[in-house]
C-alpha cells in the first residue's frame, strides 16, 4: 500500500501536468527532436483513474454491514459501470452509473452509496460466510477497468439467557451461543462460587470428546454443540449456587466467553402449631427456605395481620434459613375465626397459607379441661386419703 507521500506526490505531479499544458505555448514544431520526445513523455503521458478502498474491515455478525470504495477519475474519462464481487469471485451487484434503473443485485446485498467518485454496498445482515475479500471493479472510459478490494472479518460475541434460579431438587440448564461455531476449537464451563473459588465442571473439543469432572459427574451432562452449549444439573442442589462462565476457545480470535449465576431456592413448608395456657393461646408458624419466608399472620374475614408478633431466625447447615414466628391471642378466637399464616417467597408461584385446626385445637380444650379435672381429682381423692388416715389414728 502506497504511503502518504507518494500518493501526495503522484497527485502534485498530476497537478503540475495540468499547469505546464495550459500555461506553456512550447511549439512542438519548432523544438528539436530530443526536447519534442522528453515533452511528449512527461506533459502528455496519461493519467490514471485510480481506486482507492479500506484494506481491513471488521463486521458484527447477524448486524449490517456497509463496503465501500472510491474512485479518482481524470478529466476527459467517464465512469461507465461499476461492479462489485463477492469472496468467492461472484458478481453480486453491478449498475451503470448513468442508468440508475439497471441496477442488479443479488444475496441481500443492496447499493448503498452512489456517488460520482464513491460505491458502497449493504450487507442487510452479516453472516459468517460473509468473512473473506471483496473486489470493486470500475470499468473507466478510456483508461480501462480499475479495481480495489477490501476485506472483511466477521466478530462475533457470547450470547447468554442471563441470569437463572433454580428450585432444589428439580433440573436447571444453563447455556449459551456463539455465531461462528467453525472456528471454535473447545467449549469450557467453570463455576465460580460466592467465596471466590473457581472449579472447571465439564468440557468439550472440536474432536467430539466430552469431559465432566468428578465432583459432577452424577449429576451434570453437557450437550455435544460447539454453537450452542448446554450444561444441566439434575437434580440442582443449594452448593450449586453461584456464577457459571462459558469459554468458546477459538481460533484465531482466542477466547471468547460469557458469565451467567444461578441461584437455588428451597421452597417454604410452612407448619402451624400452638398451645393453650388457661385462656391465651401461642401461636408458632415455622417455614424452612432459602432464601429466608416472610411469615404474615392473618385472622379469616379481615384483612388485616395479628399482631404484634414475634419473629425470629435461624441459620441450618445446608444454607437454608429457620424463620419462627409467634402471637398470643385470646382462646375464645379460635373458635369464632380461622387464623391463617402465610408464607411469602420469590420462589412461589403462589403463596402457601395454613391454618390452625379448630376441631384439633377443640381436642386441646378438651384435653386441657380433661387434665384439670383429672388433677382435682386426684387432690381430692389425697386429700380424702389423708383425712381418712387421720381418723384412723
Not at 461472484?90 to 448503498?112: C, F, N
Not at 472479518?153 to 432444589?168: I, L
Amino acid at each position: 500500500m502506497k504511503s502518504f507521500y507518494e500518493n501526495f506526490l503522484e497527485r502534485l505531479l498530476a497537478i503540475c501536468k495540468r499547469w505546464l499544458l495550459t500555461k506553456m505555448s512550447v511549439k512542438m514544431s519548432r523544438c528539436a527532436p530530443p526536447l519534442c520526445l522528453w515533452l511528449a513523455v512527461v506533459l502528455l503521458a496519461p493519467l490514471h483513474a485510480k481506486v482507492t478502498a479500506p484494506a481491513q474491515q471488521h463486521a458484527a455478525l447477524g448486524l449490517p454491514f456497509m463496503l465501500g470504495c472510491n474512485v479518482t477519475t481524470e478529466a476527459g474519462e467517464v465512469l461507465k459501470q461499476v461492479r462489485w464481487l463477492d469472496v468467492r469471485n461472484k458478481t453480486i451487484l453491478h449498475y451503470q452509473p448513468q442508468r440508475p434503473g439497471d441496477l442488479i443485485s443479488h444475496d441481500g446485498v443492496e447499493l448503498a452509496k452512489q456517488r460520482a467518485h464513491t460505491s458502497a454496498i449493504a450487507l442487510e445482515k452479516v453472516k459468517a460466510g460473509d468473512e473473506g475479500c471483496y473486489t470493486c471493479v470500475f470499468d473507466v472510459y478510456p483508461t480501462g477497468q480499475q479495481q480495489g478490494k477490501t476485506c472483511l472479518s466477521v466478530t462475533a460475541r457470547v450470547e447468554s439467557v442471563g441470569n437463572k434460579t433454580a428450585v432444589q431438587g428439580k433440573p436447571v440448564t444453563l447455556s449459551c451461543s456463539y455465531g461462528l461455531t467453525e472456528k471454535v476449537q473447545q467449549v469450557l464451563w467453570r463455576k465460580t462460587a460466592e467465596q471466590g473459588d473457581t472449579v472447571t465442571v465439564a468440557s468439550y473439543t472440536k474432536q467430539g470428546s466430552v469431559t465432566v469432572e468428578t465432583v459432577f459427574q452424577d449429576r451434570v451432562k453437557l450437550s455435544r454443540s460447539l454453537g450452542h452449549s448446554q450444561l444441566t444439573i439434575n437434580p440442582v442442589h443449594t452448593e450449586d449456587e453461584g456464577c457459571y462462565t462459558c469459554e468458546f476457545h477459538t481460533y484465531p480470535l482466542g477466547s471468547k466467553s460469557m458469565t451467567a449465576c444461578l441461584a437455588v431456592y428451597v421452597l417454604p413448608r410452612p407448619e402451624v402449631s400452638y398451645s393453650i395456657d388457661v385462656d391465651v393461646v401461642q401461636a408458632n408458624c415455622t417455614a424452612v427456605s432459602r432464601p429466608p419466608a416472610e411469615l404474615v399472620w392473618n385472622v379469616e374475614n379481615h384483612n388485616r395481620s395479628l399482631g404484634p408478633s414475634e419473629t425470629s431466625s435461624y441459620q441450618q447447615g445446608d444454607g437454608t434459613t429457620m424463620v419462627v414466628s409467634t402471637i398470643h391471642l385470646q382462646a375464645k378466637l379460635l373458635d369464632e375465626e380461622q387464623v391463617t399464616c402465610t408464607a411469602l417467597h420469590q420462589g412461589l408461584e403462589t403463596n402457601i397459607s395454613v391454618h390452625l385446626n379448630r376441631t384439633r385445637n377443640t381436642h386441646i380444650i378438651l384435653l386441657s379441661l380433661a387434665n384439670v379435672l383429672r388433677r382435682l381429682t386426684e387432690k381430692n381423692r389425697t386429700g380424702m386419703n389423708e383425712y381418712a388416715a387421720m381418723i384412723g389414728h
